[in-house]
């Protein structure tokens, strides 16, 4: 609240009743009038309305503000740490949420961008048919609603294809030769 004279003290309501803050432990005013809530639990729902006092007395009671509680995201089904399928063949990863609101669930291939003709279905599996080359590597399942986001990794390994490119390439000049070195890519 502003106020000219300052602030003296602000009246708060909870549900229509003078919200007594000794009754919740971890709850205090703070200096501006402003709530803590230590602990967002069920003690917190309701709604609540504030008057702010100076010298001169008050301009009246705020708009009443709704408290509710949300669930951020917890998953229900993780997706194993790795995956081998071959090549041609269907392969589908599960990955599901709970949370208030119901989560959304995205998947994401990180590192390399690859031209995947991989689908999700409605329960939020993600679906390989078929398994491609391209989609070798590392994905990533995310359940995000307006409470929070989480995600976990997993990895897939594409079996009978052509061995994949070679990273981390460097080379050091020697007097008569090269010396080239390489962290070798998946064998396929």
Not at 16 to 40: H, M, N, Q, R
Not at 60 to 79: C, E, H, N, R, Y
Request: proline share 9%; aromatic share 10%.
């Amino acid at each position: 609240a502003r106020a000219n004279p300052p602030l003296l003290f602000i009246n708060w309501t909870k549900d229509g009743l003078p919200l007594e803050l000794d009754k919740f432990p971890g709850w205090y005013l703070e200096e501006d009038g402003s709530i803590v809530v230590a602990t967002g639990n069920d003690d917190a729902l309701g709604t609540y309305t504030c008057t702010p006092y100076n010298s001169y007395g008050s301009m009246g009671v705020s708009l009443p503000t709704a408290v509710i509680l949300k669930d951020p995201p917890s998953f229900i089904i993780i997706p194993k740490d790795e995956y081998f399928q071959d090549v041609g063949r269907e392969l589908i990863i599960s990955c599901a949420a709970d949370g208030d609101p119901p989560p959304e669930i995205s998947w994401v291939k990180l590192g390399m961008p690859s031209k995947s003709g991989a689908q999700m279905d409605v329960n939020g599996s993600l679906i390989f048919r078929p398994l491609t080359k391209e989609e070798h590597g590392m994905w990533e399942c995310a359940a995000a609603n307006n409470v929070a986001k989480i995600s976990t990794l997993t990895s897939v390994f594409v079996l009978g294809t052509s061995p994949h490119a070679v990273s981390n390439v460097s080379a050091q000049s020697l007097v008569n030769a090269i010396n080239i070195t390489w962290t070798p890519g998946f064998d396929g």
